[in-house]
């Protein structure tokens, strides 16, 4: 990395992998990838093959606006003076490198994740969406791409899907970390 200085600053969003905190580990890690077998499974099962869903250049427009809505969302959350924000969370505390995170560190790693997750998933459903316009286009296929188009296909799906998973999965931690223990609803 010291021959690259900028590409660690690129990829700081995924610091929040590296979170310690076991229900980050099971959402993030656990449920997505049992969520993304079950689905690229299902996938195979229905038409016993697996092929170029539908889903995924539906699903371009979607992760297009999730995009704007987590950069609006994590701005919002850097400038705002609420004192709540700096708590500590309750229960397990989360940690990085050994320091434990407030709820506004903690949210803002998480809403970096979702951010760079969102623009990743958009991008690689646009370059999928020209690639399999080309390959289907294209009147000899490359041999070695149809030998192992299966698993080429399915192995793609299976990262897709847990990153999809993952952000789904993580959005919701996301809104559960914002609004639990908030002091509206806290006696006086």
Not at 93 to 112: E, I, Y
Request: proline share 3%.
């Amino acid at each position: 990395m010291k021959r690259f200085p900028y590409i660690r600053q690129l990829l700081s969003p995924l610091s929040y992998l590296f979170v310690k905190h076991s229900c980050c580990i099971r959402v993030t890690w656990v449920y997505s990838f049992v969520l993304s077998f079950i689905t690229v499974f299902s996938l195979y099962s229905v038409s016993h093959y697996i092929s170029y869903s539908r889903f995924i250049p539906d699903a371009s427009q979607f992760l297009g606006l999730l995009s704007g809505f987590y950069i609006t969302s994590l701005s919002i959350l850097a400038s705002n003076g609420n004192s709540y924000l700096d708590e500590e969370l309750q229960g397990e505390q989360p940690s990085l490198d050994g320091k434990v995170l407030n709820r506004r560190k903690f949210l803002c790693l998480l809403l970096g994740y979702l951010t760079f997750s969102s623009i990743i998933l958009f991008l690689s459903t646009m370059f999928v969406d020209i690639f399999m316009k080309l390959y289907n286009g294209t009147a000899h296929p490359i041999e070695l791409v149809e030998t192992y188009k299966n698993c080429i296909i399915s192995s793609f799906l299976v990262i897709y899907y847990w990153l999809f998973f993952s952000l789904i999965n993580n959005t919701l931690l996301c809104i559960h970390f914002i609004f639990i223990n908030l002091p509206i609803h806290q006696d006086k």
